[in-house]
Each structure stands twice: as C-alpha cells, then as structure tokens.
C-alpha cells in the first residue's frame, strides 16, 4: 500500500548546472523537494517509484540503475535512478530530474524504480496505473513529477491563458490537502490545453492513495517563468 508520496516540479532547470546563472531562482523548490523526500524515507518504505511525464517512446517501467542525461540541455551531467545496471533506455526529463533530487539527497532509504506515463493517458487509466503501482509491495512510497499550466504569463511557454490561474490553484488546493477526489476530478482536456504535464502523473497518484488515508502538506506554490510549481508531503 502507498504510505507516503512527495510531489515536484520537473523542470530541468532545477539543476543548477542546468539553470547556470539563473540557478538562485529555484533555490526554495530545491529546499521545498528536500523537505519532501525527508518525508519519504521517514516513512521507511520497501520500494519508491518516481512517477513522472513521458511521450509516448519513453512512456512505461525503468528499472532501478537507469541513467539520464540532461545533454540535450546543454550540460554533460549524467544520472542514475538508484544503484544498478544501466536500464535499455535513457530516462525521460521528469525521471531524469527525479533521480537528481534522490541524489542530491542522498537518497538510500529504499529500492528506486521508474515509470514513465504518457501525457494523453485519461483519468480511468491513470488511477488503474496508481492502483497497480500501491500493491506493488507491503510499504510504497512516491516521488511524483510534474508541473502545473504553462499559460500564466504572456511569457510563458503557452502564452497566457485565463483559465491557468483556476486550474493551478486547484491543483494546489488539491495537492495540499491529499484529496484524491479532487485530483481525479482535473479535466485532462483542459490540462492538456493549458499545457499542465502534471495532470497523469497526479493522477496516478490519486490512485495509489485511495483508502491510505494520508495527510499533505504544501510545501512550495509558485509560477516562475509563467509555469505553475509545486511541491507537496503526503505521509
């Protein structure tokens, strides 16, 4: 059964090597996902997977031990989801950012494996998905990643949309409280419209925590670059 999930953002601009210069401007959700996956091996699970958004090639399970690369971001920085063999495939930027944040902490609390969902999945889908992925073993936990809208700002990358700021805030809303209802509720059209690769991965998580009875907490709310950013606890 699921016992714990942190959710965060997947930007690769999380990286610092990425980010370069502009590495300061993510420093709170860095030390927002840090308190998040502390929530995590607090919980003592038997396996962690990180959940986050794929297209349709790199969509599926990752072992443990598969690599990413943020080459195609322009930096040579190399990461591995958890001890083990190179995996047939590299990871997709959500996972790839994922295993950044377990490193970065440190992470050897439990087993790590990867699953990659397809931004198109519908909501039916996806809570099978959570369902399968909490009886997976005795004590579960989540690293779920995703981002918001991308249409809050006349720079963002959708452009600015009216209807991102309601869409975020209930995500938030629902993120913050653990209410799988509300997360299950989002309307997939409407994300995919505002851009919001968060969607099927939360929704996954809706899934997995049906009857858990956890709690959350929200940890980190914001929009920078026009993209809605959050981090969330659930225990």
């Known amino acids: ?25 993510l420093g709170d959700a860095r030390t927002a996902c840090s308190d998040a996956l502390a929530v995590l091996a607090a919980s003592r699970p038997d396996l962690l997977v990180v959940v986050g958004a794929a ?8 072992p443990q031990g598969a690599r990413g690369t943020f080459r195609d971001f322009g930096v040579e920085v190399g990461v591995q989801l958890g001890a083990g063999d190179e995996g047939p495939r590299l990871l ?53 990643m995703g981002d918001g809208s991308a249409c809050r700002t006349l720079k963002a990358p959708g452009y600015l949309d009216e209807r991102a700021a309601a869409f975020d805030a209930a995500a ?24 919001a690769a968060g969607r099927a991965p939360w929704q996954v998580l809706a899934g997995a925590a049906e009857g858990a009875g956890l709690d959350g907490r929200l940890l980190y709310e914001d929009a920078p670059y026009g993209v809605g950013y959050f981090v969330a606890a659930w225990s």
């Open 1 to 25: 059964m699921l016992v714990a999930a942190a959710v965060c953002p997947a930007p690769p601009l999380l990286v610092p090597e990425v980010a370069a210069g502009a590495a300061a401007e």
């Open 55 to 62: 297209d349709r090639d790199h969509r599926g399970p990752y």
């Open 92 to 144: 997709p930027p959500s996972l790839a950012v994922g295993a950044w944040l377990l490193a970065h902490a440190r992470w050897g609390a439990a087993p790590v494996e990867g699953l990659g969902v397809a931004e198109p999945l519908d909501t039916a889908d996806c809570l099978t998905a959570g369902r399968e992925l909490a009886a997976r073993d005795a004590r579960v936990a989540l690293l779920v």
């Open 172 to 195: 938030a809303r629902a993120l913050g409280a653990a209410d799988t209802a509300a997360l299950a509720a989002l309307d997939a059209g409407l994300a995919a419209e505002l851009q």
